[in-house]
């Protein structure tokens, strides 16, 4: 099954959201959050290209320091916000600990969402990990768009994202490598 479409649609989603100066939140487990970090990985500095810094933004790092700022204006470049929600142990042992397990990414949702641009990809190879799910539910009633990667069935995250990709397998490794 084309995904072409789905696929077409996250994209306007994540363009758009973007471009609104929105941010994108991810999650997933295991593999999955693997799979978030290295999203966050492409989207916080160049990918298939440099993102070279504004000359605006280069005066201003010159102004503060001339030294430093030479060599930053460099090196660095823009990027695109981006949070992996899986990335931080000790908010997710506290919220594990003091409010409930499942709920670990939906609390972050609820820390980090400012605008209505903001985004959320959630990834679980089943479409049913509860933690994704809530945070799915969270998003969505915080208005912000919802983009889900799954397995075939789309799992009850069918219910809480505006596109699903859900790629036409149930294994979890064929689900994760379609997910890569």
């Known amino acids: 099954a084309s995904l072409q479409r789905e696929i077409e649609d996250a994209i306007d989603i994540l363009v758009d959201g973007f471009k609104q100066g929105g941010k994108l939140l991810l999650c997933g487990n295991g593999g999955s959050s693997a799979d978030s970090d290295h999203i966050v990985g492409e989207l916080a500095k160049g990918f298939r290209k440099r993102r070279p810094l504004s000359p605006d933004t280069i005066n201003l790092l010159n102004d503060y320091n001339s030294d430093m700022g030479t060599f930053m204006g460099q090196r660095l470049q823009t990027g695109l916000p981006a949070i992996n929600l899986g990335a931080h142990s000790a908010l997710i042992s506290a919220v594990s600990n003091d409010i409930a397990p499942d709920l ?51 799992g009850q995250m069918l219910d809480h994202c505006d596109v699903m990709l859900c790629v036409p397998y149930t294994e979890t490794a064929s689900v994760q490598e379609r997910h890569l």
Do not use: K, P, W
Not at 111 to 117: D, G, N, P
């Open 104 to 154: 670990v990414f939906a609390q972050q949702v609820l820390a980090y969402h400012q605008s209505e641009h903001d985004m959320l990809i959630g990834i679980s190879t089943s479409g049913n990990s509860a933690n994704v799910v809530y945070a799915c539910a969270v998003a969505r009633a915080l208005n912000m768009n919802t983009i889900g990667l799954s397995g075939a069935s789309g």
